[in-house]
Structures are given as C-alpha cells and as structure tokens.
C-alpha cells in the first residue's frame, strides 16, 4: 500500500480529516464512558432476581417452574439467571463491586461460609424465614458461625449405587463393610469391568468423594495425617491395587463415574443422587443403591452433605429484603420441597416434606438415611475448607499414584499449616 | 468548533491579506496535528483502557491484601510484599514455573517442527494437496476445552481409543494421564496437536514467498534437497519463523484451558502451569493477591519475549 498521493486526493483527504475527526472522537469518548461506568444497573421494585446454577435444562426448567408459582403468590415478578457452577462465587463477587447484586444467590454448601465471611449475607432468621421441622444437621449445614445465613431447599449425599444384574449373577450380596466392598469389587473385576468406580480427580468432586471413607473411619479434615485419614486413604490405595479400581480414577470426575457405570464398565460406584435423572435414562441398567460400607459392622457411615443453598445478599434494601425473605420461604415450603426432590431425587431439607417423600420414592431411602447424619464439609473450618480441599486432592492423588499414604498426608497438613 | 475554525481564515482573507498569510499555514499544520492525533487517539484510549488499566491494575492487586470483603467494602490493604514472598516460598510455584518451562519448550519444538515438514510437504503439488491442507487446520477449528475432553478420553489409561488401539500390539496399558509421570508428556502432546495447523499455515505462506527461481537456481548447481533447504529455505523464512516461534511461545506459555479440561493440575499437581496456579489462586482460593503475583511473572516473561521479538524485527529491517 504505497500507491503515490497526487494533490488533488491529498485535498480530499484533508477535507476527510475534519469530517473524520469528530465522529471519532465522539466513538472513542463513548467507548470510554460505557467501559467506565460499568454496568451498575437500577433495580426495578417489582422484578427480583435469583442467581443460581441451574444451567441444566431440567434444572432450570424445573426452578423457573418454582419460581412462576411463587411469583403468582406474592405477586411480584421472579427472574432466574443460571450461571455454572463454578462461577457463582466469582460472579457474586463481581456483582458485589458494582452495587448489582441479585436478590437471592443460591451458593453450593462449601462456598456460602466464604460469601458469609464478607458480612454480604442476611441472617435469614431475623428476616423471618421459617426453620420449623428442619433437622439440626442442615441448619448447621447452612450456618457460619452460628448464623443461619442458608436454606437449603433439598440436600444430598453420596451412597454405594450397584448394578443389580452383575450383583445378582455373582451371587454376590451388597456390601456393608469396607472388607466385604474389598472382597465383593476385586471377584466383579473382569478385564474391561472393574469392581468399583470413585472419582478421584483434582477437584472438589474427589475430596467430596473422599469424606465418607475419612469421616466413617473417625477421620477430621483439621488434623490431615492423624491415622484414621491415613487409613482411609490406604483403603483406596488397596483397592486401586487389587485392581478393583481403574488407574484412571485420578482422571474422573463423578459424571466420569457415572458414564464408567452406564457403560457396564463399573459393577459398583460412589455417586451421587443427581446422577439418577441419566441413570434412568438407561432402561436396560439395573440399578440399586445402599449406604456407603463402613470400616466395620456396627460403624456409622457418616457421608457429606451437599447442595445448594438460598442466601439473601446485603442489597441495602430493607424492604426488598423482606420480600426475598418471603421467596425464600415460599421457595422451601413444604409442597415445593417435595415437588423439586423428586424432580431432583434430592432430599428434602424439611422433615415433614422428607417423610412424604420417602412414601413416593422408597428406592432411594437409604439415601435419606444417608443424609440422616451426614456432616457439613464446612461446619469445623468455615471458610478455611478450601486450603483443606486443595492440600488434600493434592494428597490423595499422590498417594494413588505411587507415594505413600502417610507422607502425602503429612505434606498436605504442612501445607494447611504454612498457610499456602 | 471545527467548522468555525475553518470557515474564520477564509472570510477574513481577502480583508487582511497580509496578516492572514501569516498564521494560515501554522493553524493548518496545528490542524494536521490535530488531525493526527485524532486518529491515534480512539487506538491510545482504548489501549489504555482495555490494556493498560488491567495491566496496572493487576500490579497493584500483587501488593495488596485482596480478598472476597474487598468486593464489598473497596478495601484493600497494601501489604509490601506479603503476596510475592508467599508465593514464592510455596512449593508449588516452583513446580509449576519448572512445568510450565517444559511444557513451553517441549510444546514449540513438537509444533514447530512438525509444522515445519507439512509446511515443505505441502509447498509442492501433488493431488488432494488442498483437501488435505484444510484437513490439518480442524484441529484450529475446534475450542481448545472440547479438545481437553475429547482427549481426556481418548487418553483413558482402561477405557481409551489409544490404549485399546495399542492394546493390538500387546502395549495397551500407558497412563496417559494417571501418572505423576507421564501426565504432562501427554498435556505436550494434545497441545502439539493443537498447535500444528498454526505453526504450518504460517510457514507454508513463508514458503509461498520464497522464489522458485532459486531453487531451479540451486539445483542446477548440484545442490541436494537437504542442502537447498538449509541454504535457501531456512534463511529466506528466519523473518516468518520468528513471528510463529514467538506467538506459538506467548500462546503457550500462559496455557490454562487445555490444562483444566485435561487434568485440572493434576494427578497430584503433575501439570500444574504458571496459568493454572493463577487460576487456582484466584479462583479457587480467592487469594487475588496472589493470584496476581503469578499473572504477573507470567506477564514479565511475555514481555521480555515481546522485546526480543520487536529487536529481531528491527534488525530485519536494516
């Protein structure tokens, strides 16, 4: 491009510049205003705004269904935006800076004491919602520091879910001990099928895994190399020894799991009840589910308790809050409990809304029993489980592949206490 | 405004010759100016804004307390350089810093070489020459977190395509990904992959440029197809190959996605990059402070990279 100017287009050009000039002052002047002003935003009275994780589209069905019946009843105007999971948090945050927070935040279980921690969350008890017929453990479950900041509209947990055909044809029963799971997982091991599938991944997926063998052997996430979690982590070890346990379970996430049990490739596997909705997908697959096998007959099997929460965020707005205050309670009611459980086949978090339930789905009561005393991931170290959570992924991942157990645990309580 | 300005010399012309002379062609050179700078000026705007802010911002993040509260009270407090020695007495930085050199170098050899030899396979004619050539660009194509899952799973130590591919010849048992060991060879390998179709569409057009004359010239002087490479073809590309070896080195170097979807850090930390420690920082522990402090060193390390780029470019040009 240097084609040569003659004077009659450089005239032109000149005279181009003028007309250029402004209009691209003005764009530049514009983009720099809208860039500046970020994107805090007027709230309108009447509409209110839950920000979920729903992006699934059952669930976000599901949850706009919800809403629509509460919208009705209050008669105000419930909007839902669902962003993934991971991205709650970061969102909430951001949102925070620019004065634009939804009303209500649905935040997983182990992220709400980190939110709580900012003093940005409402206590829900002094905005009026009810806590009538909710078990201790979920209230616990959604309190930081003695505050009730979380309704949980329905928990979950792990169990053992098994392939009955496999089961049955072994002649195998269903295992309730550590031993009898070793024993069961190492005869269903064939070429191309293993015994047992866990996820193990890098990620909070693998450390939720993980608590039911740490907690059920009297484990604690406070004291990372003490026996009892060394001992858990053994057990994994043996069984990934046996061979009963894929090499690639450090790959896998729980929906990983999950594909390894529909496939056939798994006789049995840890999972969760948001797995069902797929696994029914599968009409030919034959599936039973049992509380998770206990280091010894007479053991509690003590799973974590999961699930998302409704939180109020501080949005400066007295009577704005009360009205969310109201969602939340119509959101946890009874009826809606129940009706977004077996949607979900989750558990409702309400007593009464969970013995209706176990009426209509009696299959999955060993998971209601499950729940029944399953602990909070978050309930000793608040906002601390994160550092936990990565230090022990970390550990458990060494100590599958090759470390041994009580070393990588030792390194992972270093690394909580050094503070990195 | 401007129009004013225009008009006012014209009118006042013919009634003050001499004086108008004067200042008209000074307020058409300020107009120039002015014209130029109206021009640079939406490009500086939005650099610094969009480039400059952030850039800024995040060194001054890496010196200060920078926690989830700070989103709410605007607070956060300067701590020297609390951020930067925590980071460094972590000893996942260092690992992660030794990683993420490997997995760079490791990464722009594969790329480069290999899309060095498609690039002078493909310079001749032969048939299919084209449909093969966009064959080679899907791997471009596709976002870099589909093909972390998809080669998760081809990937699987028990369960994967390769393995049971390699299974046919008695060897189908690699942990691809499942080992301490092994895990980052197989990350290089997809980014490889990945990092081919760039690597030869950029060479295979320096190639285009380079004159046919020369090497009808070159071989009937005897000179071998090795020799004809190495004295036309490399010299005559040294401009083009530094741009691929620098942009492939930015792109890669701050690698996170591919990581994510592949291995998430793991097993046990074995593939965790420079970018994946940010992300973990920032995202997972909230520790922005920190998080910032590895943005930027791996900003350090991109820039000092851009400067030896812009100096090789420079002497190109004398």
Redesign the interface.
Known sequence: MTAHITDGSRQRRRRLDRRVIVPLTVVSALVGAVALSGCGSQRDASVFTVLNSSTDDSYHGWDAATLKRCSKQLGVTIEQQSVPAAQVMTKSLRMASSKSLPDIIQFDGSEMPTFAETGGLLDLKKLGVSTADIPQGILDYGSYKGTYYGAARTVNTLALFYNKDILDKAGLPVPTTWAEMQATAKKLTKKGSYGVALSAGGAEDGVYQFTPFMWSNGGDETDLDSPEVVGALDYWKSLLKDGSLSKSTVNWTQADVNDQFMAGNAAMMINGPWQVETLNTKKNLHWGIAQIPVPKAGDDSVGPLGGGMLTIPDVGDTAREKTSAKIVNCMTSEQEEVTYALNSWMIPANEKAAAVWRTKVPSLSSLADQVATARSRTAKLGSGWTSVSLALQSAFQSALTGQSSESALHHAQQRVESGN | M??TA?SAPAASAPAAAPVAKAPKPGSLKR??T??QW??I??AV??ML??FGYPLVRNVVMSFQHY??????T?EAPFNGFDNWK?VF????FGKALWQTILFTIGSLIGQFCIGLALAVFFNRRFPLNGVLRSLILLPWLVPMVVSGVVW?RIL?????VLNSFLGLFGAGDT?W????GMALISVVMVNIWIGIPFNMVILYGGLQEVPKEMYEAASLDGASAWRQFRSITLPLLKPVITVVLVLGFMSTVKILDLVLAL????????TQTLGTLTY?NS????DFGAGAVVGNILILISAVFAVFYLRANRNEGK
Request: charged share 20%; hydrophobic share 35%; net charge negative.
């Open positions: 401007s129009s225009a107009r120039r002015l014209a109206g021009f000026a939406p705007i939005f804004l969009f926690t989830p509260s700070t989103f709410f605007g925590n007495q972590d000893d996942l998760r699987d130590q028990d369960t994967g942990p990904l499942s080992s301490t291995t998430d850090g793991g097993p046990a930390d074995s973990q995202f997972a522990q909230l």
